[in-house]
C-alpha cells in the first residue's frame, strides 16, 4: 500500500456536523477512499494510538478528547499522499493554518482541530492496520 495516508474525522468535526463537508475537501484534493468507518476510540485505543506522545503533557487531555465521542477513519490513496494530505488539513493550530485548509475551516482550537493525519509513511500504514484489517481496505 504506497501513497496511502490515514485520517480520523475527529470528534469535534463529528459532533459539530462536518463530515460531509470535509470528505468533500478530501475528494476535491484528488484523494481516493480506500476504507472508511464511522467508530468511537476506548480510552484503551486512544492510548494505544497516541502511545507516542504519553511523556507530553497533552497526553491525557488528547485520550480524553479522541475517546470522548465517534469519529470517522479513512485510509487514504493519492500520489505522494502524506504530504499532500498534510497541505490540506493545515497547521495544528487553526490560527495559523492557511486559508481553505480544513483546519482553517472546520477545528475550533489546537487541541479540537478537526483532523487527524498520519505525518509519515511508515505512520500511514501503521495506523491504518490499527484502524482497519486487510480485507477492509480496498
Given at each position: 500500500?504506497?501513497?496511502?495516508t ?12 462536518h463530515?460531509?463537508a ?33 511523556k507530553r ?10 475517546s ?40 475550533r ?21 490499527f484502524?482497519?484489517s ?5
Amino acid at each position: 500500500m504506497s501513497n496511502i495516508t490515514f485520517t480520523m474525522i475527529k470528534p469535534d468535526a463529528v459532533a459539530d456536523g462536518h463530515i460531509g463537508a470535509i470528505l468533500g475537501k478530501i475528494a476535491e484534493a484528488g484523494f481516493k477512499l480506500k476504507a472508511m468507518k464511522l467508530t468511537q476510540l476506548t480510552v484503551a485505543d486512544a492510548k494505544k494510538f497516541y502511545e507516542v506522545h504519553a511523556k507530553r503533557p497533552f497526553y491525557g487531555e488528547l485520550v480524553d478528547f479522541m475517546s470522548s465521542g465517534p469519529i470517522v477513519a479513512a485510509v487514504l490513496e493519492k500520489e505522494n499522499a502524506v504530504e499532500d494530505f498534510r497541505k490540506l488539513i493545515g497547521a495544528t493550530n487553526p490560527a495559523e493554518a492557511a486559508e481553505g485548509t480544513i483546519r482553517k475551516m472546520f477545528a475550533r482550537s489546537v487541541g479540537e482541530n478537526a483532523v487527524h493525519g498520519s505525518d509519515s509513511d511508515e505512520n500511514a500504514l501503521i495506523e491504518a492496520q490499527f484502524h482497519f484489517s486487510g480485507r477492509e481496505i480496498f
